[in-house]
C-alpha cells in the first residue's frame, strides 16, 4: 500500500494530467459496463482465419508426406521447392487475413472514442451508437493511419539512407528516431479520437492530433509507461495461470489468452481516450 501511495502521489506531483484517474476510470468502465468488451472479439475473426491457415498448410505438408520430426539436413533441401508449392495457394489468404486484420483493427479502435465520450458526459453506454459511430469513421481512421504510417515510415529512410554513405550519420539517425518516437506515440495516441468525434480526415486529422498533443508528449508518455506496467503485470499472471493449466487444456489454453487480450484491449483503448477528454478539459480551463 506504501508504494501504490508514493507511486500515487509521484504521479499526482510531476504530471498536470490526473493519471490516476485515468487509469480508475479505464476499469470502472470495464467493471461497470462489461459489455464494452464486446467489440474486441471482432479482431477474433481475421486471428480464427490466421489459425484456419497454419492448420490447413499443416494438413497439407503432412499429406504431402512431410512431417517436421522427421525432416533433417539431408532432406530439407529437397523439401523446401514442395513446401514452397504448398505455400503459394495459401499467400492469397494470408493476404486476405492482413487485409481483414487492418479492418477489424481500425473498426474496433474506432468504437471507443464515442463510449469514452459517453462515459465521460454521464450518458448511458449505448453500445449500438458507438458501433454506427465506427462504421461511420473507420474508413477515415484506416486511410489517415496509412498516410501517418507512411509519413514515419519515409521519415525513418530520410534518416537511416545517409548511414550508407557514412557511418557518421549514424548519431544523428540515432538523436531523430528517439525525435520521430517521442512525436507519434502521443499522436498516435490522438489520430483515433479526433477522426470519429471531430470528423477529420488524413491531414486535417493529424494536424489536430499535434495541435492536442504539441504541450502533453511528457503526460502521455508517463501514461504509456504506467499502462505498460499494468498491462506487464496482468499479462504475468495470465501467463503464469496458462502455464499452470497447459497441462490439463493443451492448446485450449490460447482461449485464455484470447480472452485476456479482450480486457487488456479494452482497459489501454479507454485510457487513451479518456487522456484525449483530460486534454481537452485543461484547454478549456
Do not use: H
Given at each position: 500500500m506504501l508504494y501504490r501511495k508514493l507511486f500515487i502521489y509521484l504521479l499526482n506531483k510531476y504530471t498536470p494530467m490526473n493519471i490516476e484517474r485515468i487509469i480508475g476510470s479505464s476499469f470502472r468502465m470495464i467493471k461497470d459496463s462489461p459489455r464494452t468488451v464486446l467489440p474486441q472479439f471482432i479482431n477474433w475473426v481475421p486471428i480464427l482465419l490466421f489459425f484456419t491457415i497454419v492448420l490447413r498448410f499443416v494438413k497439407d505438408l503432412e499429406a504431402a508426406g512431410l512431417d517436421a520430426t522427421v525432416l533433417d539436413e539431408a532432406t530439407i533441401e529437397s523439401a523446401v521447392p514442395i513446401i514452397m508449392g504448398i505455400a503459394q495457394q495459401y499467400i492469397p489468404l494470408v493476404f486476405l487475413a492482413i487485409g481483414l486484420m487492418i479492418f477489424t483493427s481500425s473498426f474496433v479502435r474506432a468504437c471507443y472514442p464515442e463510449l469514452s465520450r459517453q462515459y465521460v458526459n454521464g450518458k448511458k453506454i449505448d453500445l449500438k451508437r458507438a458501433l454506427e459511430s465506427s462504421r461511420e469513421r473507420f474508413l477515415s481512421l484506416i486511410a489517415t493511419n496509412i498516410v501517418f504510417g507512411l509519413g514515419i515510415f519515409a521519415l525513418f529512410v530520410f534518416l537511416f539512407a545517409p548511414i550508407a554513405i557514412t557511418p557518421y550519420f549514424a548519431i544523428i539517425s540515432v538523436i531523430g528516431t528517439i525525435l520521430i518516437i517521442a512525436y507519434a506515440v502521443p499522436l498516435g495516441m490522438m489520430i483515433s479520437p479526433v477522426v470519429v468525434l471531430e470528423k477529420k480526415s488524413i491531414v486535417g486529422a493529424i494536424k489536430q492530433s499535434y495541435a492536442i498533443i504539441k504541450n502533453n508528449?511528457?503526460?502521455?508518455?508517463?501514461?504509456?509507461?504506467?499502462?505498460?506496467?499494468?498491462?506487464?503485470?496482468?499479462?504475468?499472471?495470465?501467463?503464469?495461470?496458462?502455464?499452470?493449466?497447459?497441462?490439463?487444456?493443451?492448446?485450449?489454453?490460447?482461449?485464455?489468452?484470447?480472452?485476456?487480450?479482450?480486457?487488456?484491449?479494452?482497459?489501454?483503448?479507454f485510457a487513451y481516450n479518456f487522456f484525449y477528454f483530460d486534454i481537452l478539459k485543461e484547454k478549456k480551463k
Amino acid at each position: 500500500m506504501l508504494y501504490r501511495k508514493l507511486f500515487i502521489y509521484l504521479l499526482n506531483k510531476y504530471t498536470p494530467m490526473n493519471i490516476e484517474r485515468i487509469i480508475g476510470s479505464s476499469f470502472r468502465m470495464i467493471k461497470d459496463s462489461p459489455r464494452t468488451v464486446l467489440p474486441q472479439f471482432i479482431n477474433w475473426v481475421p486471428i480464427l482465419l490466421f489459425f484456419t491457415i497454419v492448420l490447413r498448410f499443416v494438413k497439407d505438408l503432412e499429406a504431402a508426406g512431410l512431417d517436421a520430426t522427421v525432416l533433417d539436413e539431408a532432406t530439407i533441401e529437397s523439401a523446401v521447392p514442395i513446401i514452397m508449392g504448398i505455400a503459394q495457394q495459401y499467400i492469397p489468404l494470408v493476404f486476405l487475413a492482413i487485409g481483414l486484420m487492418i479492418f477489424t483493427s481500425s473498426f474496433v479502435r474506432a468504437c471507443y472514442p464515442e463510449l469514452s465520450r459517453q462515459y465521460v458526459n454521464g450518458k448511458k453506454i449505448d453500445l449500438k451508437r458507438a458501433l454506427e459511430s465506427s462504421r461511420e469513421r473507420f474508413l477515415s481512421l484506416i486511410a489517415t493511419n496509412i498516410v501517418f504510417g507512411l509519413g514515419i515510415f519515409a521519415l525513418f529512410v530520410f534518416l537511416f539512407a545517409p548511414i550508407a554513405i557514412t557511418p557518421y550519420f549514424a548519431i544523428i539517425s540515432v538523436i531523430g528516431t528517439i525525435l520521430i518516437i517521442a512525436y507519434a506515440v502521443p499522436l498516435g495516441m490522438m489520430i483515433s479520437p479526433v477522426v470519429v468525434l471531430e470528423k477529420k480526415s488524413i491531414v486535417g486529422a493529424i494536424k489536430q492530433s499535434y495541435a492536442i498533443i504539441k504541450n502533453n508528449k511528457f503526460n502521455a508518455w508517463v501514461l504509456v509507461i504506467v499502462i505498460a506496467i499494468i498491462l506487464m503485470a496482468y499479462n504475468g499472471i495470465v501467463s503464469l495461470l496458462t502455464s499452470a493449466l497447459t497441462g490439463s487444456l493443451g492448446m485450449y489454453t490460447v482461449i485464455i489468452d484470447l480472452i485476456a487480450a479482450v480486457f487488456s484491449g479494452t482497459f489501454s483503448l479507454f485510457a487513451y481516450n479518456f487522456f484525449y477528454f483530460d486534454i481537452l478539459k485543461e484547454k478549456k480551463k
